[in-house]
């Protein structure tokens, strides 16, 4: 059970990390202009990793686009 826990909390950093690489490349070279390869490079990760979590780049940037406003 513990080790469960463990993969799940390296699992939701690995996420965490791809999508703040991600937010970062988009704003810094657009949708057209980021790479899977080259965001995968900022989080220090391997490309795979990013395919493995999101399936594409449209679903990555619908992922790192995603906004929580917590309206009243």
């Known amino acids: 059970m513990i080790e469960v826990t463990r993969q799940a909390r390296r699992s939701d950093a690995t996420k965490a990390a791809i999508l703040t690489a ?3 490349h988009f704003a810094a070279k657009g949708y057209q202009a980021a790479t899977i390869r080259a965001i995968a490079a900022n989080a220090r990760i391997d490309p795979a990793m990013v395919i493995r979590y999101f399936g594409n780049k449209q679903n990555l ?10 309206l009243p």
């Not at 790192?64 to 406003?69: C, I, K, M, P």
């Open 22 to 24: 991600a937010r970062e």
């Open 61 to 70: 940037f619908a992922a790192a686009a995603e906004f929580d406003l917590r």
